[in-house]
């Protein structure tokens, strides 16, 4: 069984940072891609970024490109997400992903096998 435990999210005024993490335990065998995801209220889950297994390839949402970084330690199993300059429209849940059947950073949402309960981010104006 596999579980992710995100963690870091908080309230920050826009233009400031946060950083999430999230650990991956119970699978240590596999290789396996990473992708974080949000819900905002009312709106539908989305993409925000994903990581390749070797960490040589990421994905980003426009609407997040040049602000939020994602990246992993293999050695902890874990997996960041950077926010910097963060809007009041980045206010959402977020919640991390493991896909077991590829490697590649994908984007799309059946890609991925196991999901974490979320930590909630607010961005205040």
């Known amino acids: 069984q596999v579980q992710l435990d995100e963690s870091g999210g908080g309230l920050v005024q826009a233009g400031g940072s946060l950083r999430l993490s999230c650990k991956e335990s119970?699978?240590?065998?596999?290789?396996?891609?990473m992708g974080w995801f949000r819900q905002a209220p009312g709106k539908e889950r989305e993409f925000v970024a994903a990581?390749?297994?070797?960490?040589?390839?990421?994905n980003y949402a426009d609407s997040v490109k040049a602000r939020f970084t994602i990246s992993r330690d293999n050695a902890v199993k874990t997996v960041y997400l950077q926010m910097n300059s963060l809007k009041p429209e980045d206010t959402a849940v977020y919640y991390c992903?493991?896909?077991?059947?590829?490697?590649?950073?994908?984007?799309?949402?059946?890609?991925?096998?196991?999901w974490g309960r979320g930590t909630q981010v607010t961005v205040s104006s």
């Open positions: 992903a493991a896909s077991f059947r590829t490697s590649q950073a994908a984007e799309t949402q059946h890609s991925y096998d196991y």
């Open positions: 119970g699978r240590t065998y596999s290789s396996y891609a």
């Open positions: 990581i390749s297994w070797s960490g040589g390839s990421t």
